[in-house]
C-alpha cells in the first residue's frame, strides 16, 4: 500500500502543489494529469492508477463533447468570413446617432457574436481591432470603450451555445439544452444591464460616449438596407438555437447545421475559399486539444480527490462552518470567484463542480425556495456560468484583460485596463445576485420549454 495521509493534509499538499505549479507558469492541462499520476503512485498501488483509464474513457466516448469542435469551427468560419466586421458596421450606423451609442453598438454586436460564437478570446481580440479605434477616434472615454468591449465579449461563456455549458453539462451529467435555456434571460439581462450603465453614463456625463458627427449618419432607408445584408448570419443563429430550444435536434446536431450554415453563409459573403477554410480548421484543432487536455487532467486530478474522501471533508467542512444552505452558496460562489482570478473556467469547473454539485442537491432544492430538484441543479449551474463570466474580468490574470491588452494601443498602460474592467465586474455581481434571489429568470423559459 502507499502512503497514509489524513485528507486535510491531503487537500493542502495536492491543491497547494497544484497553485506552485501554475504560479510557476505551466499549463495547466498537465500540471493536473502530471499531479494526479503522482499522487496516485504516491497514495495508491498498482491497482490505483486503474483510475486513470477509468476517468477519462468516459470523456473520450461522450457524444456531448462532439458539439465543442463543431461550434468552435463555425465560429472560426464566421469570423474569417468577415461577417463580424460588417454586424459592427450595421449596428454602429444605426445606433451611433445616440450618446453612448457606440460603447452600446460593441454590446449588442457581441451579444449577437456569443450567439455565433461561444468562445470568449475570439469575441474580446475581434471587437478590440473593430470597435475600439472606432470609439477612440470619436473621443469615447478609453475606460468606457475598454470595458465594453470586455464585459461584451464575455457574454460567450453564458449565452448559448456557450462551449462551458457543453462541459458544465457533461461533467454535472445534465441537460445542454436545459442549460442552453436556462442561460438565455441571464445573458440578454446581463447584456441589458451593460448597455443601461453605457448609455446613462454618457448622458449624464455627454464627453464619456459623444454621439457620431452628422455626417456620418445614415437614413432610415439605408438603415434598412444595411440590416438586411446581416440577415444571412442572424438566420443562422435563430435556426441554430431555434432546433435546440424546440428540440428538434440535439445540441450536437445542431452544431452541425451552424458548421454547414457557416460554409453557407463564408460563400454568400464571397469568403468561401481554401485559405478560410484552412485557417478554421486550424483554430478550431487548437482550441479543442487545449480543452480535451485539461479535461482529462483536471479529471483524473478530481477523481483520485473524491476517492481520498475529498467530497465527504468539504461538505463536512462547509457545513461544519455553520452558516445555513444561503450561507454556503454565498461561500460557493466567493470561492470561484477568487478562483477565477487566478485559474481558467475549464480548470475552475473540473475541480469545482464534480464537488459543488453534490453538496447542492445535499442542500435540497425546498432550502431554496425552489419546487424540484432538477430545478435546483439547472438553477446552480447558469449561477456558475454567470459567476465564470467574472473570471475573465477579474484582475489580475483576467483573460479579457490580456486578450484586450494584445490589440490595444500601446499608450493605454494595463493600469487602464484593469481600472475599466471594476465597473463591469460590479455589474456582473449585481446579475449573479439577482440570479440567486430570483430563480424564476433562470427556471422559468426552461419550464415554460420543457413543461
Known amino acids: 500500500m502507499g502512503l497514509d495521509l489524513s485528507i486535510e493534509w491531503l487537500t493542502l499538499i495536492m491543491f497547494g502543489s497544484l ?50 469542435p463543431l461550434f468552435i469551427f463555425m465560429a472560426a468560419m464566421l469570423e474569417r468570413a468577415g461577417i463580424i466586421n460588417d454586424m459592427f458596421d450595421v449596428i454602429y450606423k444605426v ?50 470603450a475598454m470595458g465594453s468591449i470586455m464585459a461584451g465579449g464575455t457574454l460567450g461563456i453564458l449565452i448559448p451555445p456557450s462551449i462551458l455549458a457543453i462541459i458544465y453539462a457533461v461533467v454535472a451529467e445534465q441537460s445542454v439544452g436545459e442549460l442552453f435555456i436556462g442561460a438565455v434571460f441571464p445573458g440578454l439581462m446581463l447584456s441589458g444591464l451593460y448597455i443601461l450603465y453605457v448609455t446613462v453614463r454618457s448622458y449624464v456625463n455627454p464627453t464619456l460616449g459623444p454621439p457620431i458627427p452628422m455626417e456620418e449618419r445614415v437614413s432610415t432607408r439605408e438603415k434598412v438596407a444595411l440590416v438586411s445584408k446581416m440577415s444571412a448570419p442572424i438566420a443562422l443563429i435563430v435556426i441554430v438555437l431555434g432546433v435546440i430550444f424546440t428540440g428538434i435536434a440535439t445540441p450536437v446536431e445542431a452544431a452541425g447545421i451552424g458548421t454547414f450554415g457557416a460554409f453557407i453563409v463564408a460563400a454568400i459573403h464571397r469568403k468561401l475559399d481554401w485559405p478560410t477554410v484552412r485557417e478554421a480548421c486550424i483554430t478550431t484543432l487548437k482550441a479543442s486539444a487545449m480543452v480535451i487536455w485539461i479535461m482529462f487532467g483536471a479529471t483524473i486530478f478530481v477523481g483520485l480527490y473524491v476517492l481520498e474522501g475529498g467530497q465527504e471533508f468539504v461538505q463536512g467542512a462547509l457545513e461544519g462552518t455553520g452558516f445555513g444552505p444561503w450561507g454556503i452558496l454565498i461561500l460557493m460562489q466567493i470561492v470561484l470567484i477568487v478562483l477565477g482570478m487566478f485559474l481558467d473556467w475549464v480548470g475552475i469547473l473540473l475541480l469545482c463542480v464534480p464537488i459543488f454539485v453534490p453538496i447542492v442537491k445535499a442542500l435540497g432544492a425546498a432550502s431554496f425556495g425552489l419546487d424540484s430538484p432538477d430545478d435546483l441543479v439547472l438553477w446552480f449551474g447558469v449561477i456558475y456560468l454567470v459567476n465564470m463570466q467574472m473570471s475573465f474580468l477579474s484582475p489580475p490574470f483576467g483573460y479579457a484583460l490580456f486578450y484586450l491588452r494584445g490589440v490595444a494601443p500601446d499608450s493605454i498602460p494595463m493600469s487602464d485596463i484593469f481600472r475599466s ?21 433562470i427556471t422559468w423559459l426552461p419550464n415554460q420549454v420543457y413543461g
Open 19 to 68: 497553485l506552485i505549479l501554475l504560479m510557476a507558469g505551466l499549463p495547466l492541462a498537465f500540471v493536473t494529469g502530471g499531479l494526479a499520476c503522482v499522487f496516485l503512485f504516491v497514495l495508491g498501488d498498482a491497482q490505483a492508477l486503474n483510475i486513470v483509464p477509468s476517468r477519462i474513457f468516459p470523456l473520450m466516448t461522450n457524444y456531448q463533447l462532439s458539439a465543442i
Open 95 to 144: 445606433l451611433g446617432g445616440i450618446k453612448g451609442g457606440l460603447a452600446s453598438a460593441t454590446i449588442i454586436a457581441s451579444t449577437i457574436l456569443a450567439a455565433m460564437v461561444g468562445v470568449i478570446g475570439a469575441a474580446v481580440v475581434t471587437m478590440g481591432i473593430i470597435a475600439l479605434p472606432a470609439m477612440l477616434k470619436r473621443q469615447y472615454d478609453p475606460k468606457i
Open 421 to 441: 474592467a471594476l465597473p463591469f465586474l460590479a455589474i456582473q455581481l449585481i446579475g449573479l445576485g439577482l440570479c440567486m434571489i430570483f430563480p424564476e429568470i
